[in-house]
């Protein structure tokens, strides 16, 4: 856990590896990180669906989920797709630098309680890391969980996230994985179309199952309203938000969605949660 | 004065129109001597509207800085006009605003109040202190009558009117689609008296001075978000990439803040003092606006918003420019 | 005694004039003053006057402007929008009780090497009579 | 625990006994009353109504380091201050103190804050109580009142030719004994107590709060909101003269190859406050944010620590520049009905 003296103060990570899932203005860049002082390993344990603040200091930092589930020891994974001041600082950055992480922050997917279930992952665009860690802990723990669906889409093809992964969805027993891009492209096997309407075509079964999404605000909607279509209660869905972060723990008032503060309550809310808070929404 | 039946009336009549979207105007505060901007939607609500000396804000502050919500595809964006009441001194801000094209004249319907001065809260509360009562108050060109939950005290002009008002060289209003009530004479001048007093003073006194006032400075931008020409969408002060000003308040980054703003506001400033008005630490920003009002006039012959045709000072020049001290 | 006050002085120079004007200063082998730390723009109504603000903040303790003669502007008129700019500037400063002697404006050509040496020393000396810029300075602020 | 007293004319000679502590009491800058330190005793009064920016700056300062470095290096230095420097707000109004003890919920939840919570560790709050309540206070309505001991180590009452101090925790005692002073008769603490009494009679305006917190978010979608943030002009005066507004930005900043992370004071009232890097914002309107500000003090706050993060000071409405009165609003959120808000 982190300094209970002060949790404003950051850890330092070394990058073991930095490599770009997809390229353009808004590459994503994924970091391996491990931490400088060993011992942080000691007391640090975070479960899918944490995250943290990840930054460089001298130029500030921002709220990332980590990507790689518990299950994957001995380092952590950020996904972090170029956009602002942070996002743009930290892809400068390459094997060898450090950065800083403050965490695991926030609270994480109820993955005890979903033993014994079938588990569906709606992901879109950068969306699939906080999918990551859920996907990965029910592959390392396979006996515990029921069937794992992977839905995801982006773009273009080139956007998708976790490339070399996902071939490998596709061909475990038990694990079955549907893509898609937004417009046509050529050589495209899978479906064309938004997420939500990929939702549809898989149409997994509700029985016995949890669905968990995340994406742009507007696809999270829109794949909540069909989930439910598709007869999941609110309960079975869950999704993690994101809201503009500075302190992550529960101080700085930016991030609330109602009386939820989405870096402490958050970030893993349930609709059952969420429907009674239309801001979530916003 | 203006006779409010007529004012109301006019409203109506305004927004009853089906090409007028909103109005603002005043209405009446909850307390004490200012009375609140309005802004109506509806002809059924004319009848909150008000006009007297305590109509100080200018509501030609909120035409630009509205904010809209994006359109829902299909929908088709909603191009009413936006009706405001004026005095002399916002009618300037519309005639400004309309110089730097922030709208299109056809855009917004100016209903002009000829003015005979309005109130300053500061000097009301020196007078009689701090009131829960809703205040309505009469000016003529002599004195200012203030009723006080129905104690009715009556005040020199210069004891109690805006420092903008005891020089006020433009109480009817220049730009306007309709004038509710008769135009007033003019009653004063500006020699900008103060701000040769100002510039007496030693570099010394001067850094002092503003040093103290602007190390008071919460940088809350009410100053900068009351003025009716500050509406850029996305403001340089708060821009993150570049950051140019820093958020942290000391004296470093508070002087830059407001030199800046007073930079902003050359050949543009009009002088409706409300940045000095909304400042909740007293700072004495006209000081600075008036300095530029000032140079911007004697140097460049530029007087902003009183002409619609003209060009913004600084995208004009001059080839005769002083440049004295131009190595 | 400390040693003699050295300011840092920020010059903003023209791509087409001021700036090949400083280049024939060097090239010619006129000795000009090393306080002046340079920063290319294509134009001298490029500079923005935050440029300017910024720069104190920062530690400069004189700013030179320099562009091409009235007239003569690469871009035709960017100059005369810069002449009114920071004639403004320079008073509003002044109202704030900075001295006006670290605001400083030039028009160098690209022949003018002996004038950009001179213009250096002027900026120079006007920025020693107003001493070290301590009112708005970034440093002096105690974290 | 302990009535005492002191002469009007010993105000200085109190000050100057309490040469253990750093005191802070209100002092004026032109016409605008802060909570300062004090460097000269005799210049000290305790005449006023309120200061205009609230003393929780002495807490949360509106710009404070966290931490600093060196640019390129991996070691941090933490600013967090020294809990055993003892520290004395003087003459703070009973609704300031009362602000404190709300955002103390805040500050301690789950994960504490050190730099808040060292500063309120060392720092001895003595109280002044009002006599004659200003025109927009509406404190009782809110849980405090004129004379509202609530977060305080000492409460005074002035008067007229004495104030009557009542000490009310140990910290309290032992500012009692710094200042040596006198104990108080009967006749005063009888005194104190009328006038507390009156006070509370003197208080114009008032708010009937039940109800509320749980109505509020009802009106998610409501239009009634926009009658207020139609003149709205976004500025962050009601939110940084607010003294239980906490909300901060956090930023790192640099000179040369000295850097900190500092923290400074932010609000909700600002557009860029909720806006994310992709250009949504959720908050996109001043609809929307002026609903937040009302919502957090009235109805989230309360949903998450159980009391209204609002003390009744009156300062947003003293200095709203276009008279959005919190209490108009609660009243019209009060008449408004409610409305079931959409949601996916």
Redesign the interface.
Known sequence: MMDESNPYLPYIVNIEDARYETPGDRAIKTFRVTFADDKVWDTWSHSPGNCAMVGRLGVGEAMFCISSSPTEEGYLRFSIMKMGKVTRALHELETGDTMTVRGPLGNSFPMEEWEGKNIVTVGGGIGQAPLRPVINYVRANRDKYGELQVIYGSRTSEDLCFQDELGEFMTESGTSCHLSVDVEEEKWPHFVGFVPNLLMEVSPSPENAIAVTCGPPIMIKFVTQNLLKLGFAPEQIYTTLEERMKCGIGKCGRCNVGHLYVCKDGPVFSYETLKKIPEAFA | MVDEKKLQEKARETLIRDDVR?LIGWKR????F??????VTDASQAEQLIFDATCV?NPA??IA?E???PVPRGAEPDTRKVAVMVKGCDSRAVVQQLVEKAYAREDVVVLGIPCLGVVDR?KAEKLFG???AQVSAKVDKEKVALDIGGDVKTVDRSNILMDKCLRCRYPNPLVSDFLLGEEVEKWADDDFADVDE??KMS??????????QFS?C?????C???CPMCYCVEC?V?K??PQ?T???????EN??YH??R??HL??RCIECM?CQ??C???IPIM??NR??TR??KE??EYEPGVDVEAEP???C?N?Q???E??? | MSEEFEPNIVAFLCNWCSYAGADLAGTSRMRYLPNVKIIRVMCSGRVNPLFLLNALQQGADGVLISGCHPGDCHYLEGNFYARRRFMLMRKLLEHVGVDPGRVNMSWVSASEGAKFADVVEETVAKAKEAGPMDQFRRRQINW | MGDYKFARDKLADVLTSLKEYQVFAPAAVGDVLRFKEVTDPANVSLDYDNTTVPPKELMFPQTETLFKYRLGSTEVEPSVPDASKKRMVFGIRPCDAHAYSIVDNLYGWDFADPYYQKRREGTTLVGLACAEPCANCFCPSVGGGPASEKGLDALMFDLGDAYYVNSLTDKGEEFAKAAGLEAAGDADAKAAAKQGEDALKKVARSIDTAGIPEKLPSLYDHPFWEQFSDRCLGCGICTFLCPTCHCFDIQDEAEAFDARRARMWDTCMFSEYSLHTSGHNPRPTRKERTRNRISHKYSYFPEKFDVIACVGCGRCINHCPVNIDILDILDKSKQAEAKEAKTA
């Open positions: 909103r505060g909850t307390y004490g200012e009375a609140a901007p309005a802004v804000a502050s909120f800085i904010e809209k919500k500061r701090q009131t829960g100002f510039e570099p010394e006194d001067k850094w002092k001075h503003w040093d103290e008071k919460i940088r809350c931008y009410s900068r978000n009351v340089v708060s993150l990439r140019w820093r958020r942290s308040t000391d004296i470093s002087t830059v030199v800046q007073a930079w050359a050949g409300e008005r909304v909740p630490v007293d000081t600075l300095k530029m140079d911007v140097m460049f000072m600084l995208a020049y080839p420019d002083p440049e001290y131009i190595m």
